[in-house]
């Protein structure tokens, strides 16, 4: 069975920028998250969707957006990179979005240049 | 609130010894507390999770033990192997859903 898949796993881009990153859940799962994890820290929250619907926004500027798809997957959209926006960004995948076990894709690795 | 804080930063063990992370958690209203591994380059994989209803919680050679009163919990690595060097992070989550995590410790066990 597939797990979270995500893509592009690497990508670059300059500065002023917008980047538009991929995320297919586990098959069955109907709630996707979205993480950012700068080097040498913890990931951030960023977005959370269950059933199409945002059921949670982190403490990110409106740059960051995101929506999810009737099949599940969703897409996290940045715009008007920065410098400090490279970074990890995880998607990760449960079946409710609350009180169960969250997992994650290998992750799409963002530098902005 | 929502901060969790997890101690050491770093940690080094001898291969066959055991790997103690601490975590502390202000959010009283988390009920979730899970545990992932995080190789370089890689997303993080769920090792093991907890409720505040029990006080311990072993798989294999992992265990978390879980201080309600204190509002703390540790991850102890038993025989700890070279495989096993990676990051590991702590979480909460509560009703949101939404995970918490801790800054991470990077386990290096020496062979």
């Known amino acids: 069975d597939a797990g979270v898949t995500q893509s592009p796993t690497h990508l670059i881009k300059t500065r002023g920028q917008h980047v538009t990153l991929r995320c297919s859940p586990i098959?069955?799962?109907?709630?996707v998250s979205w993480y950012q994890q700068v080097l040498g820290q913890g990931p951030q929250f960023i977005f959370q969707?269950?059933?199409?619907?945002?059921?949670g926004r982190g403490n990110f500027p409106d740059r960051f957006s995101a929506r999810q798809f009737p099949n599940y997957s969703s897409e996290l959209n940045v715009n008007a990179l920065l410098l400090g926006d490279s970074a990890l960004y995880l998607c990760?995948?449960?079946?409710?979005?609350?009180?169960?076990?969250?997992?994650f894709g290998q992750g799409t690795r963002l530098t902005v240049v | 609130q929502q901060q969790v804080k997890q101690s050491p930063q770093s940690l080094i063990v001898q291969k066959g010894g055991i790997s103690i992370i601490n975590c502390a958690y202000e959010?009283?209203?988390?009920?979730?507390f899970p545990w992932y591994q995080q190789f370089p380059g890689k997303g993080p994989a769920l090792l093991i999770a907890i409720r505040p209803d029990v006080s311990e919680k072993k798989e294999g050679r992992f265990t978390i033990s879980f201080n309600k009163s204190a509002k703390q919990f540790s991850l102890h690595i038993m025989d700890s192997q070279p495989g096993d060097s990676a990051t590991y992070f702590c979480a909460g989550s509560g009703n949101t859903g939404k995970l918490i995590f801790g800054q991470g410790t990077t386990l290096q066990v020496k062979p």
């Open positions: 969707y269950y059933e199409k619907e945002e059921r």
């Open positions: 990760a995948s449960s079946f409710l979005g609350v009180g169960t076990e969250a997992f």
């Open positions: 959010n009283t209203a988390f009920d979730y």
């Open positions: 098959s069955g799962h109907k709630s």
